[in-house]
């Protein structure tokens, strides 16, 4: 919904980041006010980066991932809100200043599922889909990285080139909008199934939560199920399940335990529904191998199984969400050996919630022009509607106020026609293009070289 009639738009940040304003349509001001008062980040003196400026500042790097920090800032200004531009290292200490709490606090006062009942795809017999997964993001090679958040190791090759942080997310599929994460190094005790408590919290009655098999457990599966919400989970060749009952549909009924003495003895057993498959198809992976699906679902009249294995795939929905935060939104590129810029561990932070919020701040427009539309929001590309974002910022404060409601309706019907083709029946075989480097591997003794101590020329040895 257009947002914009009535809001009180001119505050200390909109008049110098007045290039912002367009974000305001789905980040008020006043809850930008509200969690730097919350988090209490109250300037002490005047001046230009204050914590209102920074903000914006932080939250406009997610949208313009492509610009190095200073870029970012004046893409956000117009030259005659300022004449000079701050240095670098006064925009790295302001963020320094702002910290995670505010961005954070904004994340979650902001976020909520972006399908409605009438969305198409993001619904299952009424229920919600919902995903859970976990990507790892490469981060500078600085000491600070590496010290919190580790390198991944690989057998004998020794630890990665770059230190990683590992995000856990709960993701609506219908839409890849991301309701809540968790951020880990890469070699944090638990894994990934040690983040899926804390967002467990996000789960509410009417959601159907797709897990994959590397989520599975008794107590994890109790703490998903025991907030309200359905679950379908694919399960690993390791965990028995015996037939209790079977059900028409070709299911049937088992009991999940703790371990193999309360199975044993009956004891804290859970009712769960099993459903058994294979495919035909040579040309797809895993032809003929047996798959199996656990859910919470045990009517097979009201959920039959054939529909419920085709719901379990519209978990790879999360995947795109993935590619398209990584690919797309953040690609590496020239200046930018990793997939995020920051050389602290506080500005990594700081970043990851920049740019989830960017990426959720993109997916609001894409859900209002697919619903405008009456599209599937699959069928926009996320990347043709964020260009359409990057390229009209700029345009809208030049807008007059009268004028606005319909220059966003355009806005929105711009976005609408940048449609991704019907996906094919297609199949990739899982190969890369380029498998190796001919350079030897970097190990810990070629990082942190001391600077040489004589010139080139003082080196010279003429034979």
């Not at 944090?188 to 159907?208: F, I, K, W, Y």
């Not at 054939?306 to 978990?315: D, M, P, Q, T």
Request: include cysteine; glycine fraction near 8%.
């Amino acid at each position: 919904m257009h947002g914009s009639q009535g809001r009180k738009e001119s505050n200390g940040a909109g008049r110098l980041l007045d290039r912002l304003l367009l974000l305001q349509e789905h980040i008020p001001a006043q809850d930008v006010l509200q969690v730097l008062q919350d988090t209490g980040c109250i300037d002490a003196r005047r001046c230009t980066l204050t914590f209102e400026v920074t903000c914006w500042l932080v939250l406009a790097m997610g949208i313009l991932t492509d610009l190095p920090l200073r870029a970012v800032f004046k893409a956000a200004t117009s030259l005659h809100n300022l004449a000079v531009t701050p240095a670098r290292s006064s925009l790295c200490e302001a963020r320094q200043r702002l910290g995670i709490p505010p961005l954070r606090r904004l994340f979650y006062r902001l976020v909520r599922p972006l399908a409605r009942p009438d969305t198409p795809g993001a619904f299952y017999r009424g229920l919600r889909l919902m995903a859970i997964d976990g990507v790892a993001y490469t981060v500078p090679d600085s000491p600070a990285n590496a010290r919190v958040f580790g390198r991944a190791t690989s057998g004998d090759r020794g630890e990665a080139a770059f230190p990683q942080v590992r995000k856990v997310s709960l993701v609506e599929v219908g839409t890849h909008a991301e309701m809540a994460f968790v951020l880990r190094g890469v070699n944090a005790a638990g894994g990934e199934q040690g983040c899926v408590p804390a967002l467990c919290r996000h789960l509410r009655a009417g959601m159907l939560l797709l897990l994959d098999s590397g989520f599975y457990g008794y107590r994890l599966w109790l703490r998903a199920v025991s907030t309200g919400a359905e679950a379908l989970a694919r399960l690993s060749g390791t965990v028995k399940l015996p037939v209790l009952k079977a059900l028409p549909d070709g299911s049937y009924l088992s009991k999940v335990y703790p371990d193999w003495r309360a199975r044993g003895k009956d004891s804290q057993g859970v009712w769960v529904r099993v459903i058994r498959y294979t495919h035909s198809d040579p040309r797809r992976v895993n032809c003929g191998k047996e798959h199996r699906l656990l859910t919470t679902l045990l009517d097979a009249c009201s959920y039959p199984a054939a529909e419920l294995i085709s719901i379990y795939h519209e978990r790879w929905e999360i995947e795109l969400t993935w590619d398209e935060q990584k690919t797309h939104q953040a690609p590496r590129q020239a200046g930018k050996e990793a997939q995020l810029r920051s050389e602290t561990p506080q500005g990594v932070v700081q970043e990851v919630y920049a740019l989830s919020l960017g990426h959720y701040l993109t997916r609001a427009f894409m859900a209002e022009a697919a619903s405008a539309a009456g599209l599937d929001p699959d069928r926009l590309s996320f990347i043709a509607c964020l260009r359409v974002l990057r390229l009209r910022l700029a345009e809208y404060p030049a807008v007059p106020k009268q004028c606005r409601a319909g220059w966003y309706r355009a806005l929105l019907a711009e976005m609408a026609g940048e449609r991704n083709e019907p996906r094919r029946n297609r199949v990739n075989p899982r190969v890369v293009k380029v498998k190796m480097s001919k350079f030897k591997k970097k190990r810990p003794e070629h990082r942190s070289v001391h600077p040489l101590t004589q010139t080139f020329e003082a080196s010279i040895v003429i034979l």
